[in-house]
């Protein structure tokens, strides 16, 4: 069982790496078989190395990228976490065709579990056609 103070800073440590972009730092905050998993990616991203992958393409697609928490719940070993999250598209989003330079801002939860002080699992949920239009990507 973790303490609210720790899931706190395990959570503030990986939030503020996120929003510098600092990949080195996100895959610390990850256990070494930490997974994200969002409505916008098929598969869960497993593993720092894949985790590496992710994050280093998302930010060359996302150069500002930001989440902005409007609060969050703790239970046990799981935080979650809602808000936004925003940027503004490169040429691509994650090899997705857009709109270059558009602006998008979309609510997002985020579940977040830990086990000793490192996340295990990140899962996003927001939705993709929200992000899609603002963007300039055409729903399949």
């Known amino acids: 069982m973790t303490?609210?103070?720790?899931?706190?800073?395990?959570?503030?440590?990986?939030?503020?790496?996120?929003?510098?972009?600092?990949?080195?730092?996100?895959?610390?905050?990850?256990?070494?078989?930490?997974?994200?998993?969002?409505?916008?990616?098929?598969?869960?991203?497993?593993?720092?190395?894949?985790?590496?992958?992710?994050?280093?393409?998302?930010?060359?697609?996302?150069?500002?990228?930001?989440?902005?928490?409007?609060?969050?719940?703790?239970?046990?070993?799981t935080v979650v976490v809602w808000g936004r999250m925003t940027g503004t598209t490169h040429t691509d989003l994650l090899g997705l065709p857009v709109r270059p330079g558009s602006r998008f801002e979309v609510p997002v939860t985020f579940v977040c579990t830990f086990r000793g002080g490192q996340l295990i699992s990140d899962v996003g949920y927001f939705d993709t056609r929200i992000l899609h239009r603002q963007v300039g990507r055409q729903n399949r």
């Open 3 to 77: 303490t609210d103070a720790a899931l706190r800073a395990a959570l503030r440590n990986y939030a503020e790496a996120k929003n510098r972009h600092d990949v080195e730092a996100i895959l610390t905050a990850y256990s070494p078989d930490g997974r994200y998993q969002d409505p916008g990616v098929r598969q869960p991203i497993i593993g720092r190395p894949q985790l590496r992958t992710f994050y280093t393409a998302f930010f060359e697609s996302v150069p500002d990228y930001r989440g902005e928490f409007d609060g969050m719940a703790f239970g046990e070993d």
